[in-house]
Nanobody, 122 residues
Framework: VQLQASGGGLVQAGGSLRLSCAAS????????SGWFRQARGKEREVVAT????????YYADSVKGRFTISRDNAKNAVYLQMSSLKPEDTAVYYC????????????????WGQGTQVTVSS
């Protein structure tokens, strides 16, 4: 499965962005998916994850109530709607997929996109 993330950019604090992740294979619809981010000088961290059917989601405390993860299996895509953005949300955002089920552990995700930069100015 190949993943292609898009939708990043420069936005002012309080603004919104929608990230998209397109998958190359129909088997993606059976995989759990997630969004992760890595700020400069920091480790990659989980942002949000979603089960294969969209029925179960997880959010990091830092984004809960501001970000929404969703997926459209008919389009082999997963999305991250980000609102009320803060400067501390600045990072490279990666989408990933796991054939092993829903997890917040990076090690469980065997498929990764190339990342898209999100920069939030104050």
């Amino acid at each position: 499965v190949q993943l292609q993330a898009s939708g990043g950019g420069l936005v002012q604090a309080g603004g919104s962005l929608r990230l998209s992740c397109a998958a190359s294979a129909r088997t993606f619809s059976r995989f759990a998916s997630g969004w992760f981010r890595q700020a400069r000088g920091k480790e990659r961290e989980v942002v949000a994850t979603i089960s294969w059917n969209g029925g179960v989601t997880y959010y990091a405390d830092s984004v809960k109530g501001r970000f929404t993860i969703s997926r459209d299996n008919a389009k082999n895509a997963v999305y991250l709607q980000m609102s009320s953005l803060k400067p501390e949300d600045t990072a490279v955002y990666y989408c990933a997929a796991s054939s092993g089920g829903l997890s917040t552990s990076l090690a469980e995700y065997g498929y990764w996109g190339q990342g898209t930069q999100v920069t939030v100015s104050s």
